[in-house]
């Protein structure tokens, strides 16, 4: 591996950040503290910064030797928030927030960047602009759409914008990255039968929508295996059915929940119209009324081929071609994807390793994202912060794309 020496040099002291963020997590639009930390440290090492945006987000903007004078810029974006679940681990940098956890190793994500911020700062041996994209709510609150909201690319001018997580399983030294999609567009249905209640032992007095349910549910997943085409991607998991509460009472409506996840809007647009049609017109068979409501959350996270080849290659440089994997497509959803809409670039991951890194007092358990037991490798820190250095080095030395 080639890491940057500095980088090695100073990996203790951006652990001790992570760390200490890792013992005072904050959700969603709530990263104060953090965004502070992310502040101070950044303007510790003479990077001017502008806060606020998205709420808490915080951009950080390193010129290089022209001061920007050339025009250009690249975007480097890591998130800051944590999960609401309770930590199991017992490790002395452990949650300090009840109910709160950097389970998805939003922490790390930060230190990283940290990292090669550091290091841009001190060095600034490129041309343009390098933007430190900073974001809140990851997880469910849209952060990168908020920043994108608030005027991120036209106050900060970038050719193209690049992300990173960290993946637990493959060894450390490995990355994965690939041109397309490589995250799923998130979505969530609700859909209200309404019957008409009556006592069980008498259902022909009334109308019973736990039939019309089942039906309904069945139905559905003919959307996937014969209305879509098989080669594309789509799933539809009904994941809550409320009705009733009475052994003997036949409930006046049943309400289906659920979630949607596909690699295109075409696929999307496709599951939710024929969902609304399965829906109304089962509800008109069985003589119910039904009310569908469908709400798109994040899009489909797509790597543009050209960001994504350069990707692959910034890491073939430190850590041998062999060492960079084609990134599996997952159906996780994940809101760069909103970066990726505007902007060119590319999403990969980082390999966090086994989970044998974490220290005595971990609890049982795998280290998989979202788990109780998980903590981000240090180990990553220098070797994220040497991917984001190169790469922003390279991008900005090679000639305009534009
Ligand atoms: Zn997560
Ligand atoms: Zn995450």
């Not at 951006?14 to 890792?22: E, Q, T």
């Not at 903007?61 to 199991?88: H, K, S, W, Y």
């Not at 979202?370 to 991008?395: C, M, S």
Request: net charge negative; aromatic share 8%; with cysteine.
């Amino acid at each position: 591996m080639k890491l940057i020496d500095s980088l090695l040099t100073d990996a203790a002291a951006i652990a001790a950040v992570r760390r200490d963020l890792h013992a005072h997590p904050e959700l969603c639009f709530q990263e104060v503290r953090t965004a502070d930390v992310v502040a101070q440290k950044l303007t510790e090492w003479g990077i001017p910064i502008h806060r606020g945006m998205g709420t808490t987000g915080v951009v950080g903007i390193v010129q290089g030797r022209d001061a920007g004078q050339c025009g250009r810029g690249v975007g480097l974006r890591a998130d800051m928030d944590a999960l609401p679940m309770q930590e199991f681990n017992q490790f002395a940098h452990a949650s300090t927030h009840a109910g709160k956890m950097h389970a998805c190793g939003h922490d790390g994500h930060t230190a990283m960047l940290l990292s090669a911020a550091q290091h841009l700062a001190k060095h600034r041996d490129f041309d343009g602009t390098v933007y430190l994209i900073f974001q809140p709510a990851e997880e469910g609150g849209g952060g990168a759409r908020e920043m994108i909201k608030d005027g991120l690319f036209e106050k900060f001018p970038m050719e193209a914008v690049f992300g990173m997580h960290n993946w637990p399983g493959a060894s450390v030294g490995t990355f994965a990255v690939s041109a397309g999609p490589v995250m799923a567009s998130s979505n969530e249905f609700k859909i209200t039968i309404r019957g008409k209640g009556c006592h069980a032992a008498m259902p022909h007095l009334g109308l019973d929508p736990v039939p019309v349910a089942c039906q309904m549910v069945q139905a559905f997943q003919t959307i996937i295996s014969r209305n879509k085409k098989p080669v594309d991607a789509g799933v539809i998991s009904v994941t809550m059915i409320h009705a009733g509460e009475a052994t003997n009472v036949v409930p006046d409506f049943c309400e289906l929940q659920g979630t949607v996840r596909t690699f295109s809007i075409e696929v999307l647009d496709l599951i939710e119209k024929r969902m609304k049609e399965v829906a109304e017109h089962t509800c008109a068979a069985f003589e119910a009324q039904c009310e569908f409501e469908f709400v798109r959350n994040y899009p489909p996270t797509v790597n543009s081929a050209a960001e994504a080849d350069f990707a692959r290659q910034v890491m073939s440089d430190i850590v041998g071609a062999d060492q960079v994997l084609a990134q599996e497509p997952t159906m996780g959803a994940e809101d760069f994807a909103y970066m990726l809409q505007a902007k060119p670039g590319a999403y990969c991951f980082i390999s966090n390793g086994d989970g044998a890194h974490r220290e005595m007092g971990h609890g049982a358990g795998p280290c998989t994202l979202h788990n109780p037991n998980y903590d981000f490798n240090d180990e990553l820190i220098p070797l994220g912060g040497t991917y984001w250095v190169q790469l922003a080095k390279r991008w900005l030395n090679q000639p305009s794309q534009a």
